[in-house]
């Protein structure tokens, strides 16, 4: 009998085959003749077990593996057949037959890869960046590095914005202490956000030893569930106030940083250069965005339903370690699962674009292309060869370095189809700093 296939909807299809039943039986009688040989039965010899205990003994069980077998070869045959791309596994359903039927039929629920026409890129427009580091953009580099080694001394005087705070604290809830909600000899940075708000701000003016107590109302959203929208009273006492001190500009400073002379100049140059390199990256990164999202736009496909699930469990998995990660109970997170489910549909779209680019335009990576790559990333370490071993020791991180060069292969196939337009900005607008 023809394999015969229906269509189910733009990607679903359902293939009705069928397989004669002796060969499930020959094959069936073919196994359990090979596991005769060897079978352990308690009051037989080894060889001299009667098939019919052995078809009693395992019976159902090759008759599953053989059925499981069939359908997979004939369902494989058939694809070949009817020159179909699966896109995931098969839901198999075998049909109910008739006591004197000769043939074995069965279903197989699949969706197929869509047919990928790419859109036409002529009438698209992609910002490059153009960005030069200023003087005043060192300044707010160096100022960084110094708040990141800022050290604190006690001081006689009221908590201000910026101090470090040593305090105890007790909350309560409708009378009763709550997880979290108790601490002695805790340390914060006033201004730093690191509590909310209103617990914060009431710190501000209080002086060693003083007590204060207040109400902190916990946001809605807030990440623990047991608080979120209640209103705590919080006793408070202040231990103890630290004011920072940040190091100067100095020899020791560039020294701190790597300059092994201490010449302060040479300092500003390596962190303008690192600010450089800051701007080359994040270039690539928004001019990849913009050509991907273009590609999206101009190539309207269908995405395959089992391929959009399994990124969106991927997604979700990777959100939960991210939390998890950051000592955040995933359960306690309501993740937007729509946000996810889209982006999911969006990266197995892009995908599928990117391939059906990559094969049409012969845009695979070449050797040299990833050596280079990965002697560029060797560079910024202090032993390159080891670091370039390093990378192709590992298939996994050799794979990474080639999908990214993949990547940078497409985005400038279509960067010479398209109008790119330089566009000026500061350092801090590039990096999306208010």
């Known amino acids: 009998m023809q394999p015969n296939i229906e269509n189910l909807g733009a990607l679903e299809r359902r293939l009705s085959v069928s397989v004669p039943l002796e060969t499930i039986e020959t094959e069936m009688e073919s196994r359990l003749k090979r596991i005769a040989r060897t079978a352990k039965i308690p009051g037989f010899r080894p060889g001299k077990v009667p098939m019919k205990i052995v078809l009693q ?10 059925l499981g077998d069939v359908l997979q070869k004939s369902f494989n045959q058939a694809l070949r057949e009817q020159n179909l791309r699966i896109a995931g596994s098969p839901r198999f359903e075998p049909k109910v037959a008739a006591e004197s039927a000769s043939e074995f039929e069965f279903n197989a629920i699949f969706e197929v890869y869509p047919d990928v026409v790419l859109g036409d890129l002529s009438a698209v427009g992609v910002e490059q960046p153009v960005v030069e580091v200023a003087p ?5 580099t160096l100022e960084v590095v110094r708040k990141q080694q800022v050290r604190y001394h006690p001081v006689e005087r009221p908590a201000v914005v910026g101090d470090q705070a040593d ?9 009763m202490e709550f997880a979290g909600g108790k601490a002695e ?17 009431p710190l501000i003016g209080m002086s060693v030893g003083q007590s204060k107590s207040f109400e902190v109302t916990f946001p809605a ?11 705590a009273t919080f006793e408070v006492k202040l231990n103890g106030v630290k004011a920072p001190e940040l190091p100067e500009v100095d020899a020791e400073f560039a020294r701190l940083l790597g300059v092994a002379d201490g010449d302060t100049e040479r300092m500003r140059g390596e962190i303008k250069a690192n600010l450089e390199r800051e701007i080359f990256k994040r270039t690539k990164a928004k001019i990849k965005a913009q050509v991907m999202e273009a590609l999206l736009d101009a190539t309207k496909i269908e995405a395959p339903g089992v391929l959009v699930e399994q990124e969106f469990e991927r997604l979700m998995q990777n959100a939960r370690s991210d939390l998890e990660t950051r000592g955040v109970k995933a359960a306690d997170i309501a993740l937007p699962q729509d946000v996810f489910r889209e ?7 892009l995908g599928l674009i990117l391939a059906e680019l990559i094969k049409m335009h012969n845009l695979h990576t070449k050797p040299e292309q990833v050596r280079g790559v990965v002697e560029d990333l060797a560079q910024s370490y202090e032993n390159p060869g080891e670091v370039v071993k390093w990378h192709y020791s590992s298939p996994d991180r050799l794979n ?12 400038a196939w279509v960067l010479e189809r398209v109008t790119v337009v330089d566009k000026a900005m500061t350092f ?3 990096m999306g700093k208010p």
């Not at 005043?136 to 707010?140: I, M, Y």
């Open 57 to 66: 003994q395992y019976g159902p069980q090759v008759r599953h593996e053989v």
């Open 428 to 430: 801090d607008e590039l």
């Open 167 to 175: 305090i105890d604290y007790r909350g309560i809830i409708d009378g």
């Open 343 to 349: 982006q999911a549909r969006r990266r197995v779209c």
């Open 136 to 140: 005043a953009d060192v300044d707010k």
């Open 185 to 201: 000899g805790f340390t914060l940075v006033l201004g730093e956000g690191r509590f909310l708000k209103d617990f914060e701000e």
């Open 221 to 231: 959203d807030y990440h623990g569930k047991d608080v979120a929208g209640k209103t």
């Open 400 to 411: 990474e370095i080639e999908s990214a060069v993949l990547e940078d292969n497409v985005v």
